[in-house]
């Protein structure tokens, strides 16, 4: 079984390979950078990107690869790696520098070394030896036997702008050196492929935010424990929100166990050490080490306590304690809640700080919105954010919607489902596949008695002239010996490599086609993993080979249909919409005093260069607009909507034939129980609105049809008044608004 690779990660190993492909070709040494968001799936995409890169090419080139990478994260790669590739039967080489045979790196080898292993002159990889067996003698041997080397520089923000880490770049003088970060060093480079965070977030590999102490401003203290300290307070509340979290998974139905992580400080002389009490502080909550609810992950030996499969969802661990020094790369996906104490006095929150806790455990997000979320519980007066991604993730601020005056909206809502490549077979190309068995009558077309499938070997073969061309030999016949096992499997992905086209000959595909096959055999013969030679033999033999071409054939046809018509699907949204429960700001963010935003309290976002917030700044119409809903007696409460995300409110549009989304600008309730759905405009960009505005139009009939109170349309401001469209046919000149009611909402 293989892993369901993102869209966004098909993407970017796309991009990378035809960029690497194109700087391969291109004079001199080059640098390509790949900066892709923590979480994001580095390594996974590395690895599949490699593989895509040797498989198969035409032009005869031959790779060997050294991938570079600090404290123990090399390690990690390579096991990562090794058992990517172990799942795939097929792959590149892993190996560390004892591994590597006749003393130079192998085609499609990846050796794997740590940065301090070789950025001192005297370590043995780099110091000269009697057997002649260092990395620069390697390296030549490498180079010597035809292949170019391809060095990949992990997490590179931590090595790759040094002095000895360029010495020791310019050493190994790679035809290409990928950095590979979420926050890239080196300088100076025009070659590369950045994964954007918000498709990380929307497709549900990590939180959608991180929010801090939330809800901390209504905590009302009971004077009879106001001995409680600072400490037992955040420690209490993260174990409150993880039961809630636990709580939450279950009626999901996931296994999910949420680990709660506490990082503690160093220890200093004369002051009691921050674990002894933490350990302390947590018994009385009945997590211990003995129950198998805490574990430590501390430097020495003796305080590495219930590590083991301590990543695994459901593992028992509720609370880690841990220290800064934790590994790089440290990765359990099940952590949602992170503990700090004054002690620090001041933390810079940057993307490592907040990496242990972004992951999804199940590489999606859920119904219940708490569980998208990461938690930091924090003692702490006073906290920065550092200037990367981080400033666009973490989430100081908390908005509640206000239930006093809310009545549920229940609108329809939209979303645009999202599609696959098209250069590659997704898992949609399974029930297409199914289709096809079923329309071409697949099962009473083949046979699963069959001949032999065999290899044919040249039988008393004789050439009379060597210098003659000849387009055949003269032979006595063919000697015909049975496929093994291990040539069956490859015949057999050869087969189905034949038969993608116009996909990809790409192992992803090729592995999709054999999975439907096997699948077919299953469903209708019973004929589970332990028949897969058989199943081989049975579709390549000469009498059953045709109907299975056929039948891939007319899937992929199928499929491609499905993959077009999913581009510019829109599909409504399972649940009705209304207002969020509460919205979560990140510090672009400032909060605004008004009384009617049914969110309180209400946040504009502030100008800037950001795209991967869900919220624009608001425009000078919008600004007005609000300023005229907050004087309008008629008006109980207004929403300011975002821009995407199912979390907001949004209708279906036709634009060029192509069906969009469109999320009108805002939801406002009044007091007699109508809603009014309203998107401002101003200048060209009324001009422009015919489409949505039309849509608009026939989703508010539509609806209230079924029984709604819906009214509302584009709204302009004109000599200061307000004008709004609510015609079925969308008309407007800024010298002409005749057709345009003023709107009146006193």
């Known amino acids: 079984m293989w892993i369901e690779l993102k869209n966004y990660q098909e993407r ?13 070709e291109s004079d001199g040494n080059k640098i390509c950078i790949f900066k892709a968001p923590t979480g994001s799936g580095k390594t996974l995409m590395m690895a599949e990107f490699l593989m895509r890169l040797v498989d198969s090419r035409i032009d005869g080139k031959k790779f060997a690869f050294i991938w570079l990478a600090v404290n123990k994260l090399h390690d990690q790669s390579r096991n990562s790696l090794k058992k990517y590739y172990e799942n795939q039967g097929l792959g590149l080489r892993c190996s560390y520098y004892e591994d590597l045979e006749d003393r130079m790196i192998k085609q499609n080898e990846i050796l794997f070394l740590n940065w301090a292993s070789i950025n001192k002159k005297d370590n043995i990889y780099i ?38 880490s360029k010495d020791l770049i310019q050493e190994i003088s790679p035809k290409i050196t990928i950095e590979v970060s979420a926050t890239p060093q080196l300088k100076g480079v025009f070659n590369g492929v950045e994964v954007e965070l918000k498709d990380v977030k929307e497709e549900g590999m990590i939180k959608k935010e991180i929010v801090i102490n939330p809800d901390f401003e209504n905590y009302k203290l009971d004077k009879k424990l106001a001995d409680k300290t600072a400490d037992e307070l955040v420690v209490e509340a993260g174990l409150k929100k993880r039961l809630e979290l636990a709580k939450k998974y279950k009626e999901e139905g996931s296994d999910v166990n ?14 009691i050490d921050k674990k002894d009490s933490v350990i302390k502080l947590l018994s009385k909550y009945g997590i211990t080490t003995e129950n198998g609810k805490l574990a430590i992950y501390l430097s020495d030996k003796d305080n590495k306590v219930n590590l083991e499969n301590i990543e695994k969802n459901e593992n028992e661990v509720e609370v880690m304690i841990f220290k800064q020094a934790i590994a790089v790369g440290w990765d359990c996906p099940r952590a949602a809640i992170l503990v700090l104490f004054r002690e620090w006095k001041s933390i810079v929150f940057s993307i490592q700080t907040i990496g242990r806790i972004m992951r999804m455990p199940e590489w999606h997000h859920y119904k219940d919105p708490a569980i998208n979320l990461g938690y930091v519980y924090t003692s702490l007066s006073d906290i920065g954010i550092a200037e990367d991604i981080a400033k666009e993730y973490i989430a100081p601020f908390v908005s509640h919607r206000r239930d006093e ?15 696959r490549e098209e250069t590659r077979l997704s898992s949609d190309f399974v029930p297409e596949f199914f289709k096809a068995t079923e329309e071409l009558k697949l099962k009473s077309r083949i046979s699963l008695k069959h001949t032999l499938v065999d290899t044919k070997l040249i039988a008393s073969g004789r050439i009379d002239d060597v210098d003659k061309e000849t387009k055949s030999i003269d032979k006595r016949g063919t000697f015909d010996l049975p496929k093994n096992d291990v040539e069956l499997q490859n015949a057999f992905d050869l087969f189905s490599r034949e038969n993608l086209n116009p996909f990809a000959a790409e192992l992803r595909s090729i592995k999709r086609i054999n999975d439907s096959i096997y699948r077919f055999f299953a469903k209708t013969f019973e004929m589970d993993e332990d028949h897969w030679t058989e199943i081989q033999a049975i579709v ?52 605004k005093d008004y009384k009617k935003s049914i969110i309180d309290p209400y946040y504009a976002k502030t100008s800037g260069d950001s ?12 600004v007005a607009f609000i300023d005229y809903l907050e004087k309008a007696k008629q008006v109980k409460w207004w929403f300011k909507n975002g821009k995407a995300d199912a979390t907001y409110f949004a209708i279906p549009y036709i634009e060029n034939g192509n069906k969009k989304s469109f999320y009108v600008d805002f939801i406002v309730a009044l007091n007699n129980g109508k809603i009014g759905l309203f998107d401002t405009k101003g200048g060209v960009f009324a001009q422009t609105a015919k489409e949505r505005a039309e849509g608009l139009q026939t989703y508010i009939k539509d609806q209230n049809r079924t029984g709604k109170k819906l009214f509302g349309g584009i709204v302009v401001k004109d000599k200061s008044s307000w004008r709004v469209n609510s015609k079925e046919k969308y008309f407007y000149d800024q010298n002409n608004l005749k057709d345009w009611e003023f709107l009146d909402l006193n």
């Open 12 to 24: 970017a190993i796309f991009k990378l390979k035809n960029q690497v492909n194109d700087l391969i």
């Open 127 to 164: 110091r000269a030896n009697e057997r002649d067996n260092n990395l620069t003698s390697i390296i030549n041997r490498t180079k010597e036997a035809g292949r170019e080397i391809i060095l990949i520089i992990d997490e590179s923000h931590r090595n790759a702008e040094t002095e000895i």
């Open 258 to 271: 949420p680990l709660m992580l506490i990082q503690i400080p160093d220890a200093k002389k004369g002051l």
């Open 405 to 419: 005056l809310y009545k549920a909206v229940d609108l329809t809502s939209y979303h645009s489902k999202r599609f």
């Open 540 to 591: 390549l033999a000469e009498e059953n080979r045709q109907a299975f071409i056929d039948v891939i054939n007319r899937a992929k046809e199928l499929y491609l249909e499905k993959v077009g018509k999913g581009k510019h699907e829109i599909i409504q949204n399972e649940e009705l919409w209304n207002v969020p429960d509460s919205i979560n700001y990140n510090i672009n963010f400032k909060k």
């Open 611 to 622: 795209t991967m917030s869900i919220f624009e700044e608001d425009s000078d119409v919008e």
